[in-house]
């Protein structure tokens, strides 16, 4: 596939006068992105929770939330975050291989919608920490289907030999404990195989196994009201510009095929990439040009402190430099941290680059500012939106 080189547009007479490096959100993809899901899910059994763990923005939040999506959460901070951007309870999942007593006991006080249990001790401690409340936890089986999700091994879960969720060949001894805790009440299964996951046929898989689960659970004499299929549904990293909005018609038209959905159950999803990536860049400021005896680098004041993505997965991103038309040459992109990780791309071809460009990381919206660090003691950057720049 050729495709024309294009250039994102930003406010770049705004930028210029801001401290870099920072996180640019542009509301108008995020907007589109949503309504594109809506769209697609109308009339359906099917909720969409958002994954905060891919970026808590408070404006991001409330956003999502306006457009009346549920939150997918795996920590306590994230429960709080969601309940400070005014996600309602009933929409909130708490998912996760280690929740502390702490982070269910907050999910238990704010009578979230179900926890997506990943192990039998685990489901003993809701047990009795409800118990001791009173109440009655609401819990899908977090199962790992032991489907190969085609990605990076870092971002596959649903393997046999990942730390997630509960192994098929355990399902019948936790099936019998459900039924003696007195403080559960089993609401459905809930599966999660991967990230950024752009090929559709290990969705096929996890809806094959799906239904014979269902089976499975019907014979066992269980009804399971909810199907919660997760999310990693994967986004175009190679050409933010041509493709801005992750195919989610072919994705939820694999579930509405082949997912056989029984009387009442609703299909629960849980996207965070694919919602959150495409609509925020990281905006860096070129500090040096170097000349090296073989190659040149393009030293950056943004580092894998504020996108760690490159350095931690070997991960692409797309960078353009925004003042330059200058003929392309071949840069190692390189930040300023003490680190030989801190890399973001080798011999990436980039308009002619010198000391004070602006450049720009796509596609940074997911797993970007949520993952900063102050290592080095450096500032954690700042975040804008397309509404505080205004108009480009
Ligand atoms: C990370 C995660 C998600 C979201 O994954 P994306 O690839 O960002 O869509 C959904 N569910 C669970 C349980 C997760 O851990």
């Given at each position: 596939m050729i495709l024309k080189m294009i250039k994102a547009k930003y406010p770049i007479g705004k930028f210029k006068e801001i401290e870099t490096p920072f996180y640019y959100y542009d509301l108008d993809v995020l907007n589109k992105t949503l309504s594109e899901i809506s769209r697609n899910i109308a009339n359906l059994p099917f909720e969409v929770h958002y994954a905060l763990k891919a970026n808590v923005n408070p404006e991001i939040l409330r956003i999502i939330k306006d457009a009346g999506m549920g939150a997918?959460?795996?920590?306590?901070?994230?429960?709080?975050?969601?309940?400070?951007?005014?996600?309602?309870?009933?929409?909130?999942?708490?998912?996760?291989?280690?929740?502390?007593?702490?982070?269910?006991?907050?999910?238990?006080?704010?009578?979230?919608?179900?926890?997506?249990?990943?192990?039998?001790?685990?489901?003993?401690?809701?047990?009795?920490?409800?118990?001791?409340?009173?109440?009655?936890?609401?819990?899908?089986?977090?199962?790992?289907p032991n489907v190969s999700a085609n990605t990076h091994h870092y971002i596959t879960t649903g393997l046999n030999e990942n730390k997630f969720g509960i192994n098929l060949s355990e399902l019948d001894k936790v099936i019998r404990l459900v039924k003696t805790l007195q403080n559960i009440q089993l609401i459905g299964i809930h599966f999660h195989i991967g990230s950024q996951i752009t090929d559709i046929s290990p969705y096929k898989d996890?809806?094959?196994?799906?239904?014979?689960?269902?089976?499975?659970?019907?014979?066992?004499?269980?009804?399971?009201?909810?199907?919660?299929?997760?999310?990693g549904l994967g986004v175009d990293y190679e050409h933010p510009n041509h493709f801005p909005l992750p195919d989610f018609e072919s994705y939820f038209k694999v579930f509405r095929d082949n997912l056989k959905l029984r009387e009442g159950q609703i299909l629960h999803f849980e996207l965070g990439r694919s919602i959150?990536?495409?609509?925020?860049?990281?905006?860096?400021?070129?500090?040096?040009?170097?000349?090296?005896?073989?190659?040149?680098?393009?030293?950056l004041d943004a580092g894998f402190t504020d996108l760690i993505r490159?350095?931690?997965?070997?991960?692409?991103?797309?960078?353009?430099?925004?003042?330059?038309?200058?003929?392309?040459?071949?840069?190692?992109?390189?930040?300023?941290?003490?680190?030989?990780?801190?890399?973001?791309?080798?011999?990436?071809?980039?308009?002619?680059?010198?000391?004070?460009?602006?450049?720009?990381?796509?596609?940074?919206?997911?797993?970007?500012?949520?993952?900063?660090?102050?290592?080095?003691?450096?500032?954690?950057p700042k975040a804008y939106t397309s509404d505080d720049l205004g108009e480009v």
């Open positions: 997918d959460c795996v920590s306590g901070g994230e429960l709080q975050a969601a309940f400070d951007a005014g996600f309602p309870s009933e929409k909130i999942v708490f998912a996760g291989v280690g929740k502390a007593d702490w982070e269910i006991n907050l999910g238990l006080d704010n009578n979230i919608f179900c926890f997506n249990v990943e192990s039998i001790p685990e489901l003993e401690v809701i047990d009795e920490l409800a118990s001791k409340k009173g109440k009655i936890a609401k819990v899908a089986l977090r199962i790992n996890l809806c094959a196994k799906v239904n014979e689960l269902e089976d499975y659970f019907v014979q066992n004499g269980i009804k399971l009201e909810n199907i919660n299929v997760g999310g959150v990536a495409q609509c925020g860049s990281l905006i860096s400021r070129v500090l040096y040009v170097k000349e090296g005896t073989s190659k040149k680098f393009v030293i490159p350095a931690l997965y070997q991960a692409y991103h797309r960078i353009e430099n925004l003042t330059s038309e200058d003929a392309e040459q071949e840069y190692d992109v390189v930040g300023p941290i003490c680190e030989s990780s801190d890399v973001f791309s080798k011999g990436y071809s980039m308009n002619g680059t010198k000391r004070g460009d602006l450049i720009a990381f796509r596609t940074a919206g997911a797993y970007g500012e949520i993952m900063a660090s102050q290592y080095n003691l450096r500032k954690l």
